[in-house]
């Protein structure tokens, strides 16, 4: 699959930010994406900030920032979603030390990473979307597994 790159480099930077929130408006917010294997997933305008927003103070995590890489990879989310040959993994809760069985964590690429987590059958919600050049601990977790409370009996 080729992901593409938009360019909000080119966009002048007093205007970046209002027509990236459009962007990611028309894109996620206005429908549901379908990924490769049916799930509906939700995107809420609120979500921008998280995902396009970087931190100069990782500790405070200020999310203080607005990313031209991030902002490059918008489209990547919803390629991520339906590229069927995405590596799906078990999220992991960091605070519990546990993997979540409602979190499905995609990489393509090798390091560009999707996590969405499940609402329903066939239901889901974007959690986060980021690039990560460690991604062994990710990729050493156990693979997603789908079961019947969010994909139905087979």
């Not at 962007?23 to 997933?41: A, P, S």
């Not at 339906?82 to 069985?101: F, R």
């Not at 979190?103 to 959690?127: Q, S």
Request: hydrophobic letters at 35%; aromatic letters at 14%; charged letters at 35%.
């Amino acid at each position: 699959m080729a992901y593409k790159k938009i360019k909000p480099h080119l966009i002048p930077e007093e205007e970046r930010e209002e027509k990236m929130r459009a962007l990611w408006y028309e894109e996620y917010c206005k429908e549901d994406i379908e990924t490769f294997d049916g799930v509906k997933v939700r995107f809420y305008e609120d979500m921008f900030e998280h995902c396009f927003f970087e931190s100069y103070n990782r500790k405070e995590k200020d999310k203080s920032i607005l990313s031209l890489n991030r902002l490059e990879k918008m489209l990547w989310i919803k390629e991520t979603l339906m590229d069927n040959a995405a590596i799906l993994k078990k999220g992991w809760n960091n605070t519990e030390k546990v993997y979540y069985t409602d979190r499905r964590v995609a990489i393509v690429k090798e390091n560009y990473v999707v996590v969405i987590r499940f609402t329903g059958y066939l239901k889901a919600k974007l959690v986060t979307a980021y690039e990560k050049n460690d991604i062994e601990n990710i990729l050493q977790g156990p693979d997603f597994e789908k079961t019947v409370e969010f994909f139905g009996e087979n």
